[in-house]
Every structure is written in structure tokens, then in C-alpha cells.
């Protein structure tokens, strides 16, 4: 089993920056995929990005990549997500998430273990 606790969120003024926080204790054997969703309200949840806990393989949604960056710190079981520019649009619930089943997982029903989510508001 693996737990993720995401930290980091808040309210945010239009384009300014905030970075996400995902720590995670338990065992998992092998490679995965450890990644960031977001859900505004009443709407889907989206993919943002996904790193390989082994190796240097990133996926970033397109929508983000110009303004949101993902990075791990292996020591610290540690996933961020650095993200600048903030717009109201990117006001939402944003979830940590693991995928055992695929190393470039990016659909939601991919992922086995995930966070219970931080709010992010940014205020126009």
C-alpha cells in the first residue's frame, strides 16, 4: 500500500505561483509513474504531469507545460509541481497520483493510489 498526502495549496492572485508538494510513504517495488491531476468544479479530472520514480521520464499536459514544471526528490519521497502564471482557470482540486500499471499513465483510471487533494484558488 502507498499513501500520498499532497500540501502546498491556498489562494493565489492571477499570476502568481505556487508549488504543490506530494509525499509518500509505504512500499512500492519496481518503476512507476507519479503524476498531478487537477479537478475544477464540476468538471472531469485532468492529467497535468507524471515523472518515473526511476529515470528521468516526464509527461506534461500540453495546457501546463509552458507554466507548470514537475520534479521529485527521491530522498525526501518528495513529488512537486512548480506552477507560475497562475490564471482563475487553474482553480481547482489538485491530486497526487500513482500508477503502478503504466509508466506514461495519463488518464485518471490508469492510477491505483492517489492523495486526497489540495485546493488551489487563484483570484482574479
Known amino acids: 500500500q502507498v499513501q500520498l498526502v499532497e500540501s502546498g495549496g491556498g489562494l493565489v492572485q492571477a499570476g502568481g505561483s505556487l508549488r504543490l508538494s506530494c509525499t509518500a510513504s509505504g512500499r512500492i517495488t519496481g518503476n512507476y509513474a507519479w503524476g498531478w491531476f487537477r479537478q475544477p468544479p464540476g468538471k472531469e479530472r485532468m492529467f497535468l504531469a507524471s515523472?518515473?520514480?526511476?529515470?528521468?521520464?516526464?509527461y506534461l499536459a500540453h495546457a501546463v507545460k509552458d507554466r507548470f514544471t514537475i520534479s521529485k526528490d527521491i530522498a525526501q519521497n518528495t513529488l512537486h509541481l512548480e506552477m507560475n502564471s497562475l490564471k482563475a482557470e487553474d482553480t481547482a482540486v489538485y491530486f497526487c497520483?500513482?500508477?503502478?500499471?503504466?509508466?506514461?499513465?495519463?488518464?485518471?483510471?490508469?492510477?491505483?493510489?492517489w492523495g486526497r487533494g489540495t485546493q488551489v484558488t487563484v483570484s482574479s
Open positions: 515523472v518515473n520514480w526511476i529515470g528521468d521520464a516526464t
Open positions: 497520483a500513482v500508477s503502478t500499471r503504466s509508466l506514461a499513465a495519463t488518464m485518471a483510471h490508469e492510477y491505483n493510489y
